[in-house]
């Protein structure tokens, strides 16, 4: 019943920027922090940011200066605007619901995405 649907992926060359937005229902949105997490090729899927319900938020440092996460409780989504995209930025993003625990934990995330493609190009 509890969805969670990203969308804005797509091909960009390098230097660029995206907007990625999940889109959450069936649960009650502002009662979980929200986060992203990606996966490359033949990597393990890695932190890219999170936002607690406070409103703290966390980024890996592959990403800090270039990436921020929003939301917007009335349109039960949240946003990874990712700007000046390096071709290691290449991965699968997935959106995920923190319930609790450590940010940068798969584990702490209770409903997950299924992710959308961000290709960078040289």
């Known amino acids: 019943q509890v969805q969670l649907v990203e969308s804005g992926g797509g091909l960009v060359q390098a230097g660029g920027s995206l907007r990625l937005s999940c889109a959450a229902s069936g649960l009650t949105f502002s009662s979980y922090g929200m986060g992203w997490f990606r996966q490359a090729p033949g990597r393990e899927r890695e932190f890219v940011a999170a936002?607690?319900?406070?409103?703290?938020?966390y980024y890996a440092d592959s990403v800090k200066g270039r990436f921020t996460i929003s939301r917007d409780n009335a349109k039960n989504t949240v946003y990874l605007q990712m700007n000046s995209l390096k071709p290691e930025d290449t991965a699968v993003y997935y959106c995920?619901?923190?319930?609790?625990?450590?940010?940068?934990?798969?584990?702490?995330?209770?409903?997950w995405g299924q992710g959308t493609q961000v290709t960078v190009s040289s």
């Open positions: 995920a619901a923190l319930l609790g625990g450590s940010y940068y934990s798969q584990s702490s995330y209770a409903y």
């Open positions: 936002r607690r319900i406070s409103g703290i938020t």
